[in-house]
């Protein structure tokens, strides 16, 4: 089984290279996040022509979730609690259940500055994730948390640490908040497979800092314990962050043994 993750910074913009990615990568499961559409814009019908079904959360212009599959696609709940509160209709956070495997797509607040009143609501919401996961799941179920959680979090997953320590998304109390799902039981089994440094999912646009190597592995793929146990092979797919209108994520895939 192949999940795959991407933050695309816009369907709208990204669907021609979306569809082209699937159709030569071939996941199983997509999560996508940053889709910038309104669940009344979402391209399903594109999806169901390559084989896929498609369960979204979207609000237009910002944020946006959703989930690809084509092992089937059961028990849908958009946010935390599938109501109309904040965190559904901010479209950060879905679930779905595809091919016996419980699925998170997430789009963690970007938190823009350490000590800023965004980066408090983002502790906060990575907080409610931690308790969310803790009241819903069990870590001896076959469980996945993928998307881009704006951390990185280790030093090795920032190009130079020297330089960004104390900035958002390396701060540690973001770090700590990853921490705290990894010690509920989740795995970074990305980093479990490939254990090297260098290896980075984000860069940003300006001052050719992809061409140069300047990025952070903030995109993640959380397993459960039992479902980590059979990951196999894992990749950041560089080759989709080249070319004309990419988006800044590069997708990650990670496989599964049955």
Same mark, same amino acid.
């Given at each position: 089984?192949?999940?795959?993750?991407?933050?695309?910074?816009?369907?709208?913009?990204?669907?021609?290279?979306?569809?082209?990615?699937? @159709?030569?990568?071939?996941?199983?499961?997509?999560?996508?996040?940053?889709?910038?559409?309104?669940?009344?814009?979402?391209?399903?019908?594109?999806?169901?022509?390559?084989? /896929?079904?498609?369960?979204?959360?979207?609000?237009?212009?910002?944020?946006?979730?959703?989930?690809?599959?084509?092992?089937?696609?059961?028990?849908?709940?958009?946010?935390?609690?599938?109501?109309?509160?904040?965190?559904?209709?901010?479209?950060?956070?879905?679930?779905?259940?595809?091919?016996?495997?419980?699925?998170?797509?997430?789009?963690?607040?970007?938190?823009?500055?350490?000590?800023?009143?965004?980066?408090?609501?983002?502790?906060?919401?990575?907080?409610?994730?931690?308790?969310?996961?803790?009241?819903?799941?069990?870590?001896?179920?076959?469980?996945?948390?993928?998307?881009? /959680?704006?951390?990185?979090?280790?030093?090795?997953?920032?190009?130079?640490?020297?330089?960004?320590?104390?900035?958002?998304?390396?701060?540690?109390?973001?770090?700590?908040?990853?921490?705290?799902?990894?010690?509920?039981?989740?795995?970074?089994?990305?980093?479990?497979?490939?254990?090297?440094?260098?290896?980075?999912?984000?860069?940003?646009?300006?001052?050719?800092?992809?061409?140069?190597?300047?990025?952070?592995?903030?995109?993640?793929?959380?397993?459960?314990?039992?479902? @980590?146990?059979?990951?196999?092979?894992?990749?950041?797919?560089?080759?989709?962050?080249?070319?004309?209108?990419?988006?800044?994520?590069?997708?990650?895939?990670?496989?599964?043994?049955?």
């Amino acid at each position: 089984m192949r999940i795959a993750t991407w933050n695309v910074n816009s369907l709208k913009i990204r669907l021609p290279r979306v569809e082209e990615w699937l @159709a030569y990568a071939e996941p199983d499961v997509l999560c996508m996040q940053e889709t910038k559409l309104a669940d009344s814009a979402f391209p399903a019908m594109a999806f169901q022509t390559l084989g /896929y079904e498609a369960v979204y959360c979207g609000q237009g212009q910002w944020n946006g979730v959703a989930i690809l599959s084509r092992v089937g696609l059961k028990d849908v709940v958009a946010g935390f609690s599938d109501q109309a509160d904040d965190e559904v209709v901010e479209a950060r956070l879905l679930w779905a259940t595809c091919g016996g495997v419980r699925v998170g797509s997430v789009y963690v607040p970007n938190g823009r500055s350490v000590g800023s009143e965004h980066y408090e609501a983002k502790l906060v919401w990575l907080a409610r994730l931690r308790r969310h996961i803790e009241s819903s799941y069990d870590p001896n179920e076959p469980l996945i948390v993928c998307g881009d /959680y704006n951390v990185a979090p280790t030093d090795d997953d920032a190009w130079d640490p020297s330089k960004l320590h104390g900035a958002t998304h390396v701060s540690p109390p973001e770090r700590e908040a990853v921490g705290a799902l990894l010690d509920w039981g989740l795995v970074d089994t990305f980093r479990t497979l490939r254990p090297e440094t260098g290896i980075y999912s984000w860069w940003d646009y300006r001052a050719g800092d992809f061409h140069e190597g300047r990025g952070l592995r903030i995109d993640l793929a959380l397993a459960t314990k039992p479902l @980590a146990e059979r990951a196999t092979f894992a990749l950041i797919d560089r080759n989709a962050r080249k070319g004309k209108q990419p988006s800044d994520h590069a997708p990650m895939v990670i496989d599964f043994d049955p």
